[in-house]
T-cell receptor, first 111, second 117 residues
Framework: GEDVEQSLFLSVREGDSSVINCTYT??????LYWYKQEPGAGLQLLTY?????DMKQDQRLTVLLNKKDKHLSLRIADTQTGDSAIYFC???????????FGGGTRVLVKP | ETGVTQSPTHLIKTRGQQVTLRCSSQ?????VSWYQQALGQGPQFIFQ???????GRGNFPPRFSGLQFPNYSSELNVNALELDDSALYLC????????????????FGPGTRLTVL
C-alpha cells in the first residue's frame, strides 16, 4: 500500500476551520511536511513538524502529530477563498533525502 | 532572495525524443531534488544531487539522468520519451547545514509541464 495516505476532497465554508488529515506507515519518519499547490503552480511549503513534537502552531495553521497512530493533521483557522488548493502531506525518512508525498487533498472553500 | 526557477515552463515532445529540463536552486542552497508529478497525483521522487553527485534515486529507469553544476544549478535529462512521461516536473532545493529541520526542508520551483505526444 501507499506510504502516505490522504482523503481526496474537503469542502468548507469561508470563515470555518478546515482540518486535513494524513496517515503514514513508517515510524522512522523524521520530519513531516505540509505543502500547498494552486492550479498550474509548484508546491508552496506551509509548515513542518519534527517527529518528536505533538503540535506546532504558525498563525492560522496548526499541525497535530499523533506518532502512536501515525496520524498527522493540518488545521486552517478562519478559512478563506484563497485557501482553495490541493494540500499535500509528505514525510522524509533519512536526513536530506527524498520526500514521500500523499496523493493530495483538494480543499474547496465556499463563500 | 531569489527562489527556485525552472525552464522551460511548458514543453511538447514526441515519443522517442530526448528532453532537458533546467533548474536554478534558491540562493545559498546546495542540494537539488527532482520530482515527477503525474496529473491528479502526488509528486514522485526521481533523484537528488548534492555537491554535483547523485545522492539518492527513486524508482525511475536509467533513461532519467541528471547533472548538478558547480553553481548548484541542475539539469534533468530524459531519453527515449514515452507517453507516460507526460507530467509536471518539479525541482526543489535545500539549504546546507546540520541534518534535520531547515537542512532537510525542500523549496520547490514552479515546475515544467512536459507533454509527450
Amino acid at each position: 500500500g501507499e506510504d502516505v495516505e490522504q482523503s481526496l476532497f474537503l469542502s468548507v465554508r469561508e470563515g470555518d476551520s478546515s482540518v486535513i488529515n494524513c496517515t503514514y506507515t513508517d515510524s522512522s519518519s523524521t520530519y513531516l511536511y505540509w505543502y500547498k499547490q494552486e492550479p498550474g503552480a509548484g508546491l508552496q511549503l506551509l509548515t513542518y513538524i519534527f517527529s518528536n513534537m505533538d503540535m506546532k502552531q504558525d498563525q492560522r495553521l496548526t499541525v497535530l502529530l499523533n506518532k502512536k497512530d501515525k496520524h498527522l493533521s493540518l488545521r486552517i483557522a478562519d478559512t478563506q477563498t484563497g485557501d482553495s488548493a490541493i494540500y499535500f502531506c509528505a514525510e522524509v525518512k533519512a536526513a536530506g533525502n527524498k520526500l514521500t508525498f500523499g496523493g493530495g487533498t483538494r480543499v474547496l472553500v465556499k463563500p | 532572495e531569489t527562489g527556485v526557477t525552472q525552464s522551460p515552463t511548458h514543453l511538447i515532445k514526441t515519443r522517442g525524443q530526448q528532453v532537458t529540463l533546467r533548474c536554478s536552486s534558491q540562493s545559498g542552497h546546495n542540494t537539488v531534488s527532482w520530482y515527477q508529478q503525474a496529473l491528479g497525483q502526488g509528486p514522485q521522487f526521481i533523484f537528488q544531487y548534492y555537491r554535483e553527485e547523485e545522492n539518492g534515486r527513486g524508482n525511475f529507469p536509467p533513461r532519467f539522468s541528471g547533472l548538478q553544476f558547480p553553481n548548484y544549478s541542475s539539469e534533468l535529462n530524459v531519453n527515449a520519451l514515452e507517453l507516460d512521461d507526460s507530467a509536471l516536473y518539479l525541482c526543489a532545493s535545500s539549504p546546507p547545514g546540520l541534518a534535520g529541520g531547515d537542512r532537510d526542508t525542500q523549496y520547490f520551483g514552479p515546475g515544467t509541464r512536459l507533454t509527450v505526444l
